[in-house]
T-cell receptor
């Protein structure tokens, strides 16, 4: 079956670093995406990984291990505005269908 | 600015009524998608379309219908057969055949039952 697992909620302190993990089991793999979604709003794209390793983009980094079916999103220098849900999503081999995890709600406290 | 426009933002449905959610994009994307989002759950795919006049069922298509008569438009009809339609509906688009391109999302329509 197709399955993506993420922690339901996490809490971190402003200025700190947080790592949000994602494990996946899918029939095909054509890349892994991370999206940020504030409550009641549209998801917005954060990062894409298709090869093993770390992709860095400012305060956000994403890591992928295809052999382990594992990814993480690393957020540095946390700000209050980073309080949101973070969705892990895997695109299938055909390139059109994307499977989404339930999302991790991150609370950043002062 | 290019983007995806969903309307209305809020919609109320009476029992036995069909309602249509609008989705328009000016990004010149070939592929378009409809997702349903329920509290505590991920986005679930209802229908998707890779090209004009063609669409495929997603994982939860029962009680929904779509059309793709124009590249820019992909309306979703929630029929009376959908017994639990209360949810947040998101429309998305992406270029065709480019696996690394992310999906772009509209701002969503929140549907509730009267």
């Amino acid at each position: 079956g197709q399955n993506i697992d993420q922690p339901t909620e996490m809490t971190a302190t402003e200025g700190a670093i947080v790592q949000i993990n994602c494990t996946y089991q899918t029939s095909g793999f054509n890349g892994l995406f991370w999206y940020q979604q504030h409550a009641g709003e549209a998801p917005t794209f954060l990062s894409y990984n298709v090869l093993d390793g770390l992709e860095e983009k400012g305060r956000f980094s994403s890591f992928l291990s295809r052999s382990k079916g594992y990814s993480y999103l690393l957020l540095k220098e946390l700000q209050m505005k980073d309080s949101a849900s973070y969705l892990c999503a895997v695109r299938d081999t055909g390139g059109f269908k994307t499977i989404f995890g339930a999302g991790t709600r991150l609370f950043v406290k002062a | 600015d290019g983007g995806i426009t969903q309307s209305p933002k809020y919609l109320f449905r009476k029992e036995g009524q069909n309602v249509t959610l609008s989705c328009e994009q000016n990004l010149n994307h070939d592929a378009m998608y409809w997702y349903r989002q329920d509290p505590g759950q991920g986005l679930r795919l209802i229908y998707y379309s890779q090209i004009v006049n063609d669409f495929q069922k997603g994982d939860i298509a029962e009680g929904y219908s779509v059309s793709r008569e124009k590249k820019e438009s992909f309306p979703l009809t929630v029929t009376s057969a959908q017994k639990n339609p209360t949810a947040f509906y998101l429309c998305a688009s992406s270029p065709q055949g480019t696996g690394h391109q992310p999906q772009h999302f509209g701002d969503g329509t929140r549907l509730s039952i009267l």
